[in-house]
């Protein structure tokens, strides 16, 4: 029967191979189930021992570089030596542009760790900067400028530290004055005034060339008043000497500038190998041998023995226990926000891509990016509603927006519908300008058919059921449809029969009142083509109505008839046996009756022919008796 490590090595064999099959590395391994299956393996050059030391190595280098500050940076720099930078140097390369271009304000602290990790590494320096530039390349190309902006204060700092030489910075900035656009002016104005002291103590001619080519931007005025402004500042910025601009911080300031090696890339370069296959793990023979030298190296860095590598390994193993206990703990803590603070700030970052977008196409493909979580669409179209009526007139931009999200998934139709209710059911909250706004956004979706029309069976116009607000609201809606549609087509499309029973609502036939009302509402909006059918209604209604009466009330008199005709069968029926009996016994009474009857049958005949008839069923109630 196996022991226990024996089945723990049999359970541990299936995750190892799992891991084995992915790209990257496979999945997140606890520390502990990490440490467990570390020490299954005996075999040290094995695929699977290098693969988990490998995640070991990610996991370790990200969290360094994430906590890394001003004031831990001494502590954190000999941390990050005793990790192996030499194999993972693609990994360090990623790890620090990703956390740089996530918090620019910390990029000067990030410039420090590569110039420290360039003194004794230069590999690293150079695969940092080669990445970077091509970076730039291809964030240029694409017009990116956010991306633009972010790695070139990564280069003026790295510039600073004297880990590349100031060609390259010169580079740039002549590449985005060559031709000026108000993007490529204000990345150009940002990366001077990071590295512009720097340029001004090692490269003053071409400084001075520099702010000529901005002086000459300024003064042909093409470019917005916003940007003129923003070289305005750089000048005095310039003027102050960059007091608050400093190339390096005194509590940066970590390498010697004879220490430093400083690496000639130039922006055209042309044999940059930005070595992707650093990224992903790949299987290496000589895995001992390398980590062997590694180790001297560190050695000679840090000036430790082997002696520490023990302690390493122990506090590293306890770190990683903490975070396992940490991350444990905040998944049992389900925190429940009630403040709606998710959705302010859902709202704001949806106002502001709007307001800085330039057209609907990049407004809607950053709109798409923000990741807007589920069941919170109706947020992207409230604020879109929104950000329209706050337009002093009405922009075709909104509408162009709008109509992009229908027509892209049904999800957004659906929630632009819930929004048209509820806009039409608190529509006297807004004032006249907004309502207009509204009225003509919803306009946009409709003409475009971007919206069902069915959506219109919530109007219905009558005098009770409207305000002012809300025939406002249909005024400037079907005037605006009717504007791009034509008369023709609208009246077409109020006719569809398969829409009648949507349309009921705005064309009322239950009562002549309320029809009166709708056309003289379309009349006066000049819409009154539309009320054709509803002024032939209104003309046969008086027949029609009376038709329904008549056709009542003979029901009602057929039932009443039918009833006392029953009642009358049953009175003959229980009297026929005495009124025979009865005959025989009494003959001459019933001559004289007969007599009687037919005197004054000849004076009733004299009178009218309703008393006629009453005294006819009087006779024949006495002749049954």
């Not at 990050?80 to 956390?99: D, P």
């Not at 005024?475 to 009717?482: A, G, R, V």
């Not at 008369?487 to 398969?498: G, H, T």
Request: aromatic share 8%; with cysteine; proline share 3%.
């Amino acid at each position: 029967m196996p022991n226990e490590g024996e089945m723990v090595a049999v359970a541990a064999q299936p995750s190892m191979n799992s891991a084995a099959l992915t790209r990257a590395g496979g999945a997140y391994i606890p520390p502990h189930r990490l440490r467990q299956m570390q020490q299954q393996i005996t075999d040290k050059s094995s695929d699977e021992y290098q693969r988990i030391t490998w995640e070991a190595l990610k996991k370790s280098i990200n969290g360094l570089i994430n906590k890394i500050n001003t004031s831990n940076i001494k502590m954190i720099i000999p941390e990050l030596f005793g990790e192996n930078l030499v194999r993972g140097r693609g990994l360090f390369c990623r790890s620090l542009m990703r956390a740089q271009s996530a918090s620019l304000r910390f990029t000067s602290v990030y410039a420090a760790v590569a110039a420290v990790v360039n003194t004794k590494i230069p590999d690293v320096g150079a695969l940092l900067l080669a990445r970077l530039v091509t970076q730039f390349r291809r964030a240029y190309r694409r017009n990116d400028k956010t991306v633009c902006l972010a790695v070139c204060t990564f280069i003026a700092h790295l510039a600073n530290q004297l880990v590349v030489h100031e060609i390259l910075p010169l580079q740039i900035l002549a590449l985005l004055l060559q031709q000026p656009t108000d993007d490529s002016v204000e990345i150009a104005v940002g990366f001077m005034r990071e590295v512009g002291a720097h340029l001004a103590n090692v490269s003053p001619k071409p400084n001075n060339a520099i702010f000529e080519s901005f002086r000459t931007i300024l003064h042909e005025g093409k470019i917005d008043k916003r940007t003129q402004y923003m070289i305005e500042v750089l000048f005095q910025v310039r003027k102050d000497k960059y007091k608050d601009n400093p190339p390096i911080v005194q509590e940066l300031d970590l390498v010697e500038e004879e220490d430093q090696i400083t690496h000639y890339i130039g922006l055209d370069d042309e044999d940059l190998d930005v070595e992707e296959r650093l990224n992903i793990f790949k299987f290496d023979p000589d895995y001992s041998e390398n980590e062997k030298r590694y180790a001297e190296l560190k050695a000679e860095i840090l000036g430790e023995g082997s002696e520490d590598e023990g302690s390493d390994s122990g506090t590293d193993e306890s770190d990683e226990e903490e975070e396992s206990d940490e991350e444990e703990e905040e998944k049992q803590q389900k925190i429940q926000d009630q403040t709606n603070a998710d959705v302010i700030e859902l709202r704001r970052k949806i106002y502001l891509t709007v307001m800085s977008s330039v057209d609907y196409e990049e407004c809607c493909h950053k709109l798409m990016k923000l990741n807007i979580p589920e069941n919170q669409e109706i947020e992207l179209c409230n604020m879109i509603i929104e950000c329209c009526s706050q337009e002093r007139t009405f922009l075709k931009f909104y509408g162009l927006m709008a109509e992009r999200f229908c027509k892209m998934n049904r999800i957004w139709g659906e929630n632009f519908t819930l929004a048209f209710r509820e806009v039409y059911e608190t529509i006297h909250r807004y004032e006249t300008n907004r309502l207009r706004n509204i009225a003509k956004l919803f306009a946009h979706l409709f003409f475009t058919d971007s919206l069902a029309w069915t959506c219109f069976s919530i109007i219905r116009l009558t005098e009770e059921d409207t305000t002012s607000a809300s025939r406002i609201f249909v005024k400037i809606l079907f005037q605006e449809i009717s504007e791009f549609l034509g008369l023709k087509k609208l009246k077409e499309r109020m006719e569809d029969p398969y829409m009648v029973e949507a349309f009921s609502g705005m064309f009322p036939k239950d009562n002549p009142k309320n029809t009166r009302f709708a056309i003289n509402y379309w009349t006066s909006i000049g819409l009154g083509a539309l009320t054709e059918d509803l002024r032939e209604w209104l003309r046969t209604a008086p027949q029609q109505i009376m038709r329904k009466r008549r056709a009542e009330d003979m029901d009602t008199s057929s039932s009443d008839d039918s009833s006392s005709d029953s009642d009358s069968d049953s009175e003959s029926h229980s009297s026929s046996g005495s009124s025979t009996s009865d005959s025989y016994d009494s003959g001459s009474e019933s001559d004289m009756s007969r007599s009687s009857r037919s005197s004054s049958d000849s004076a009733s005949s004299s009178s009218s022919d309703s008393d006629d008839g009453s005294r006819r069923r009087r006779r024949r109630r006495r002749y049954s008796r």
